[in-house]
């Protein structure tokens, strides 16, 4: 990625995204056809997303050698990171002196509408998590925003008196009233624009795309969902919670 669009490390940790990268052209990259015209750009290529998770798990190598810990992967989002990087600890482990057992357990969070966040956050699979009293935790997520979502999350998982807690975030935006609440390990800190592939959706599509891209504004209307339709969604979590 271009010097003039990047910087090495910012206030998250995490390599920094400058608000006037316009991403690569989606003519360079191979992408489902399926969303042709719906999107604006290619905003990381997996391939740099995959070496910036490597680096990653080097980092948690470093600060959790040997300690057995419970992997809290929250889905739908975080699930493709949440793979690649166990993937990458479990390679590091193998040819290193130092180990990190780990169990992996599913969460799953859901408080968007379209593009924008609501107050209505649903956690499950969350209910009972007293497994984790006691135990060394890592949550996977794929992107923090305000934070908020991640406090009330974290609020949630302090309650069952783990022995730590740390948190390992792929994306961190740069938004407005930002919260001190920032991952422990971040892979890229960008602007805040709506970004959607490697597991990261818009109303459930998007999510079969390698790279990680910005969606249009046609993108976006094409799949947009009515607050309606949502809730009947939110209803049918529910009931099988």
Known sequence: MEDAAVQSVGRSGGIVIKDDWPGYSLDLFSYPEHYSGDLDCVFIPHGVIIDRTERLARNIMDDLGDHDIVVLCVLKGGYQFCVDLVDRINALSRNSNRTIPMRVHFIRLKSYLNDQSTADLHIVGAEDLSFLAGKNVLIVEAIVGTGKTMEKLLKHVEAFQPKMIKVAGLLVKRVPHNAACLPDYVGFEIPDQFVVGYALDYNEYFRDLDH??????????????????????????????
């Open 212 to 241: 990680i891209c910005v969606i249009n504004e046609k993108g976006k209307m094409k799949y947009k969902i009515e607050k309606e339709e949502l809730q009947k969604e939110a209803n049918a979590i529910q009931q099988k919670a």
